[in-house]
């Protein structure tokens, strides 16, 4: 879930396969305004917001859809990363970008107990069209989150 500055709440479902988009139009802090933003997608666990676009990662691609506040009514996405592994077991993921302006997603390890090697078991990092894919951090089997001291980035 992530939070725009206009107040829209955007949630992804990952059981579901939906991104939606809540707003309180009548400021009583309740929802009065649902709208599913996409359908049928792989497991969509990470979201995130960059300078007006929603982020949403899948388990083997990322989503962006830009200038999501002024689309909700007709809301459109590119994929900016579509070969990232498809394994299931610990493939969602949880997005963020860091103080860099960089996109880190995680990709998990396949399995419980394994070295299955590269991309797995990392923390990845791209800029925000999907470009210089690389990997960051190495030997997080699986993480449910992450973020960055506000003090030293």
């Not at 709440?9 to 599913?36: P, W």
Request: hydrophobic fraction near 40%; include cysteine; charge should be negative.
């Amino acid at each position: 879930m992530v939070v725009s500055e206009s107040g829209t709440v955007f949630v992804s479902t990952r059981a579901a396969g939906k991104v939606y988009a809540l707003q309180d139009t009548n400021n009583d802090f309740k929802a009065d305004v649902v709208k599913v933003l996409a359908e049928g997608l792989n497991m969509p666990n990470g979201i995130a917001l960059n300078n007006g676009s929603l982020y949403v990662a899948e388990v083997s691609r990322i989503l962006r859809f830009d200038n999501i506040e002024d689309t909700l009514d007709n809301p459109k996405f590119v994929i900016i990363k579509d070969d990232l592994p498809t394994n299931a077991s610990h493939g969602w993921k949880f997005i963020s970008f860091g103080p860099d302006g960089k996109l880190y997603v995680p990709i998990g390890a396949p399995c419980n107990i394994c070295n299955a090697g590269d991309p797995f078991a990392a923390i990845t990092r791209m800029n925000p069209d999907g470009s210089d894919f690389e990997i960051f951090a190495r030997g997080v089997r699986n993480t449910v989150g992450f973020d960055w001291d506000p003090r030293t980035g």
